[in-house]
T-cell receptor
């Protein structure tokens, strides 16, 4: 059974600083990796996807993937109070029968 | 449609009744997922469809749960003889092609309350 591990937090970061969110996964066959943001009472919203080793940048967000270490991270630069949410890491095993596997999420708090 | 649509948004039912939840995926999306999220908890995988087929139904919590997808589009999740522990938000997501791990988009969810 594939597992995706995240620190539940809360992770508290001052406004304007860099927030760093981490995720590890168990299945070496995993091929696709996603970060979702979920505000309280709302559905998860896709914010980043990454498929190959290295960094992928989109605005204030950077996703980093290291398949050898089975590690995915999300950096949020110039953190804003509106970034306060739960961030979910999701992994797709590639042809797997169980779809996307989600971590339990990290609760991020940006302090003004 | 423009996004994944789920209905109803909210459902209150009496213990022991059957309920049916509906998911209408983004047009052209062949992969469809059902998840369950209890209050303050993470996402629990229920079932995944590629087209009309479900490669793995082992995520369904019990035999009271069933799901189908017809015409490669709309999916229904049925819970028979509902129990209080079934109370949760049921989320549906769809993506272009599951096998390539395409990005999945969620509907707004159905909040089920069993009283």
């Amino acid at each position: 059974q594939k597992e995706v591990e995240q620190n539940s937090g809360p992770l508290s970061v001052p406004e304007g600083a860099i927030a760093s969110l981490n995720c590890t996964y168990s299945d070496r066959g995993s091929q696709s990796f996603f970060w979702y943001r979920q505000y309280s009472g709302k559905s998860p919203e896709l914010i980043m996807s990454i498929y190959s080793n290295g960094d992928k940048e989109d605005g204030r967000f950077t996703a980093q993937l290291n398949k050898a270490s089975q590690y995915v991270s999300l950096l949020i630069r110039d953190s804003q109070p509106s970034d306060s949410a739960t961030y979910l890491c999701a992994v797709w095993g590639g042809g797997g029968a169980d779809g996307l596997t989600f971590g339990k999420g990290t609760h991020l708090i940006i302090q003004p | 449609g423009a996004g994944v649509s789920q209905s109803p948004s909210n459902k209150v039912t009496e213990k022991g009744k059957d309920v049916e939840l509906r998911c209408d995926p983004i047009s052209g999306h062949t992969a469809l997922y059902w998840y369950r999220q209890s209050l303050g908890q993470g996402l629990e995988f229920l079932i995944y469809f590629q087209g009309n087929s479900a490669p793995d139904k082992s995520g369904l919590p019990s035999d009271r749960f069933s799901a189908e997808r017809t015409g490669g589009s709309v999916s229904t999740l049925t819970i028979q003889r509902t129990q209080q522990e079934d109370s949760a938000v049921y989320l549906c997501a769809s993506s272009l092609a599951g096998y390539t791990g395409a990005e999945a988009f969620f509907g707004q969810g159905t909040r089920l309350t069993v009283v």
